[in-house]
């Protein structure tokens, strides 16, 4: 069993930065997808930036292009999403998910992501 903790939310002012970490425990994290989504307020949970196996390609929901970059390190079994530019829409619980071995895992959608953490908050105040 994976368990992922999300860390590094917060508050900040537009244009601010944050740094979010997901560590996983229970299994390493190389083979898997991993993700970061994020639901805002009174609305459905959406993908923000996927990361292939191995340090490959990566993809990202259009609005955060360019301002946020999803990266892993997995001898610590850990993922971060550095968050740049940041805009008073990008206010929402952030979550971490890893899509395991063996599993069809969707790009931005939740297909597949059989692991969540507890979520992170960010604020972002204009």
């Known amino acids: 069993q994976v368990q992922l903790v999300e860390s590094g939310g917060g508050s900040v002012q537009a244009g601010g930065s944050l740094r979010l970490s997901c560590a996983a425990s229970g299994y390493t994290t190389s083979p898997m997808y991993m993700g970061w989504f994020r639901q805002p307020p009174g609305k459905e949970r959406e993908g923000v930036a996927v990361?292939?196996?191995?340090?490959?390609?990566?993809y990202y929901a259009q609005a955060v292009k360019g301002r946020f970059t999803i990266s892993r390190d997995d001898a610590k079994s850990t993922v971060y999403l550095q968050m740049s530019s940041l805009k008073p829409e990008d206010t929402a619980m952030y979550y971490c998910a890893a899509c395991p071995r063996g599993v069809l895992c969707g790009v931005l959608s939740s297909t597949g992501y059989n692991y969540w953490g507890q979520g992170t908050q960010v604020t972002v105040s204009s």
């Open positions: 990361m292939r196996p191995g340090g490959g390609a990566t």
